[in-house]
């Protein structure tokens, strides 16, 4: 078992800077998700853990031991790849234990003439045994990859991992391939797996909502640089900035500006055509900001239908009258677009609200989970 840590680690290439000075300590057992729009670097960031990249500058720890030298194969870790890379004519024992039957100089080194196998029949028989049984794999151990199923196949390449016993995971994009539905079973699988193994995992997506359910932690990336890593529901509750805010949650948070405005004791937060009441414990952060320009945030599913009982009294400073633009039905709750002059702002209401395009609909905005953001800095202020 190994943690493993990135110490100013960086990537270009030609003109790119794939990553750029990442610094990052993924616990020992821990399940890191690496996530970021296409492009910020994440495949980069795994293959130099894995070794199938030079790093340019910058030090990789797996353990204690710093591996920027040490080749791939040397490092304990086994990567599962978005296409699983299957060979086509073996099976899926042989598929599985590919890996422990290549035969080993006394140096380590593979090499098929003259070398002993890393592993005997009897070890990697109980080692694929155990990780199809692991993996509901054990009545399919004789197929070829063509007679599997798209989700069957991921669980052969998640097996092939296991099966090498590694200190560290790392996946990149593994259920990317599959439906939505198989997607969302084989998400449920992997933590429980996780749960029994507590192998450290660096698990890369650029699905937000694969992030939040599946990562002990989150690191938030954009442009080569971790925006923040922190707890699911931190970055959820607390974005550092107004990347964070908008990438985390779906729908996305409402980014809108607003002018500050004091009176009395307290805090307006002016939009032109709706005004709100900050709380105390944000005007007490915002006093500096009074009469400027900040963007205001508050997400769709903490704003309400006013006539529906709930948890947020209604008051003069958190309720606005807006207007029903589109409505999307979701089940159990409805996507709102609600217009209020020229803002749109989207809400997740209960569906019980029956409110029909072009209705007049008062909202609260629970002001105490609205956040503010310096416009220029792109940080969040509270
Ligand atoms: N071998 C390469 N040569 C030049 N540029 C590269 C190379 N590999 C990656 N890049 C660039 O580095 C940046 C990061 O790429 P990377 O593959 O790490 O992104 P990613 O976050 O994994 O994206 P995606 O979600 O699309 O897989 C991109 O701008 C990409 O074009
Ligand atoms: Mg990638």
Redesign the pocket.
């Known amino acids: 078992m190994a943690g493993v840590v990135l110490k100013n680690l960086t ?1 270009s ?4 800077t ?2 750029n000075s990442i610094n990052l300590e993924i616990h020992d057992k821990e399940f890191m998700v ?1 996530v ?12 130099m853990i894995a070794g199938l ?1 030079e790093s340019t500058s910058g030090e990789i720890l797996i353990g204690d031991r710093i591996v920027n030298d040490v080749s791939p194969k040397d490092r304990d870790i086994a990567m599962v790849f978005q296409n699983y890379a299957l060979y086509p004519h073996m099976s899926v024992f042989d598929n599985m234990c590919f890996g422990l039957r290549l035969k080993r100089t006394a140096t380590g080194n593979v090499w098929p003439f003259n070398a002993k196998r890393a592993f005997t029949e009897q070890e990697i028989s109980r080692r694929v045994n155990e990780a199809a049984d692991m993996l509901g794999l054990k009545p399919l151990l004789l197929r070829k990859p063509k007679e599997l199923s798209g989700g069957q196949r991921q669980r052969v390449a998640l097996g092939r991992a296991i099966v090498r016993e590694p200190k560290v995971f790392l996946m ?2 593994p259920l990317s391939n599959l439906d939505a539905k198989l997607r969302v079973q084989t998400r449920a699988e992997l933590i429980k797996l996780h749960r029994r193994l507590r192998i450290t995992t660096v698990y ?1 997506t ?1 699905d937000q909502v694969e992030a939040m359910t599946m990562g002990d932690r989150i690191a938030v ?1 954009s442009n ?1 640089i971790i925006q923040q890593c922190d707890k699911p529901l931190t970055l959820y509750n607390h974005p550092n900035n107004l990347f964070v805010a908008g990438f985390i949650g779906s729908p996305a948070m409402n980014l809108l500006p607003v002018t500050l405005v004091r009176e009395g004791t307290d805090l307006i937060a002016d939009a032109g055509s709706f005004r709100v009441t900050l709380p105390a414990s944000h005007a007490e952060k915002l006093s500096d900001y009074v009469n400027k320009t900040l963007t205001f945030g508050i997400r769709p599913e903490d704003i309400y239908d006013r006539r529906l009982p709930g948890l947020v009294a209604s008051t003069a400073g958190n309720t606005v009258p807006m207007e029903v633009d589109v409505i999307e039905p979701l089940g159990s709750d409805v996507e709102m677009y609600l217009k209020t002059g020229e803002l749109l702002l989207v809400a997740m209401i209960d569906s019980s609200s029956l409110a029909q395009v072009g209705d007049k609909l008062e909202v609260i905005l629970d002001m105490s989970k609205s956040h503010l953001f310096d416009p220029q800095t792109e940080q969040a202020l509270c």
Do not use: N, Q
């Not at 290439?13 to 790119?16: I, R």
């Not at 970021?36 to 293959?47: D, E, F, M, N, V």
């Open positions: 990537k290439f030609d003109k790119v794939a990553v690496l970021g729009p296409s492009g910020c670097g994440k495949t980069t960031a795994l293959r990249e990149d994009e890369v650029h990336m080569g």
